[in-house]
């Protein structure tokens, strides 16, 4: 008879476990992030959906891979805090309406007998417009201002929920604005702009070109200083970058993640989705100002489930079928994180495979002949 229980009672703990450890890893979430926008008692029984719990877990659990950082998290630490790297870099300059901070690293060649100012490259991080920092990227700045012979800023943006998508454009811009009063004072060309972002930043570096190319009266800087400014960009790199918002929200509902994810609510509602879309915004676009936006670089890994490559792929023909320059790279066994990730250091496994793709197109950028 006691064994006859024992045998029983393992299907049954098991069964609890499959059913227990998905409901509340996923109610978890829901609680922390966003319960699903429905009325009253409606949002707990869509929270409790069979499909809903099972994706929302298998999104979260895929999270766990990012432990894997561990190494480059010390490193990276390790790096920003040591005091003798700081003539790598200036760090902690502030700027714009926001008093944001930005670091500043510095190129190789910076103050080689001979030579003139650099370009200048503003990297953009991703964090799902909801979070990130600038000395996460303190690593890939650095080895981005060896690999492409450039002075690379990395600024601040804010983040939800202390500002909106608008409000994170407002900062990008102020920051390219302050590498346009700033070239003089640290040796860089402030004429020769390239703009790399990854995810959401790509999506942000996108957005804030197209938003001054259309002089958008809500930066709130005036016609000529935006005009100055777009003329000034050469490129825009966009890695695993996000650029029809509406797309990207189906497939946030495919994964069972559009109401903990900080989108929607960066975005001040669904309702707001096309105009924060670059997508969106080019087809509006008149011929004079369609001739004024910038070329493009879109990277993208195959293997990527957090920005599916459709998004750049998607990008690439409607910025083909509106005439406007852009290369597209589709790269294999490459997922969302190690595009940017294995930027970060040369022992990396795709560091040499992304760079090649960067540094190529840099190159007709900056209209120098590529020495990679």
């Not at 499909?51 to 630490?77: H, N, S």
């Not at 102020?174 to 972002?197: E, M, P, Q, Y």
Request: some cysteine; proline content about 5%.
């Amino acid at each position: 008879m006691i064994g006859l229980k024992y045998s029983m009672s393992l299907p049954m703990a098991a069964g609890a476990l499959l059913v227990g450890i998905p409901y509340s890893i996923s109610l978890v979430a829901q609680w922390m992030y966003g319960w699903p926008n429905k009325p009253g008692y409606k949002k707990y029984i869509e929270a409790l959906k069979p499909r809903r719990i099972y994706c929302l877990t298998r999104a979260v659990l895929e999270m766990l891979k990012y432990f894997q950082y561990g190494k480059l998290y010390f490193q990276w630490k390790s790096w920003y805090k040591n005091v003798e790297n700081h003539k790598h870099y200036e760090k902690g300059i502030t700027f714009g309406r926001r008093s944001n901070k930005l670091d500043l690293y510095y190129s190789p060649t910076v103050g080689q007998p001979g030579r003139g100012p650099v370009p200048v490259v503003v990297f953009i991080y991703g964090g799902a417009w909801g979070s990130g920092e600038r000395s996460i990227y303190c690593l890939l700045a650095m080895q981005m201002a060896k690999e492409l012979s450039a002075t690379v800023i990395c600024p601040d943006y804010c983040t939800y929920p202390k500002g909106n998508v608008l409000c994170m454009v407002q900062d990008i811009a102020d920051c390219l604005i302050w590498a346009r009063d700033s070239g003089h004072k640290f040796n860089f060309d402030k004429d020769n702009i390239v703009l790399i972002g990854h995810s959401a930043g790509a999506h942000l570096a996108a957005l804030t070109v197209l938003f001054m190319v259309e002089g958008r009266d809500e930066l709130f800087i005036e016609a000529k200083k935006q005009t100055e400014i777009t003329m000034a960009i050469r490129g825009v790199t966009g890695l695993s970058g996000v650029y029809n918002i509406v797309d990207h929200y189906e497939h946030e509902q495919m994964r069972a993640v559009e109401y903990v994810s900080t989108m929607h609510k960066a975005m001040n509602g669904v309702e707001n989705f096309p105009y924060y879309s670059p997508t969106h915004l080019l087809k509006k676009f008149s011929e004079a100002q369609l001739k004024r936006v910038p070329p493009f670089c879109l990277l993208h890994g195959t293997t990527d489930i957090i920005v599916p490559v459709e998004s750049s792929q998607r990008f690439s023909e409607l910025l083909t079928s509106l005439s406007i320059k852009v290369s597209l790279y589709l790269m294999p066994k490459m997922d969302h994180t190690e595009i940017v990730t294995d930027l970060m250091a040369t022992d990396r496994h795709f560091y040499k495979t992304v760079y090649s793709c960067i540094k190529q197109e840099y190159s007709k950028f900056i209209g120098q002949v590529c020495d990679c």
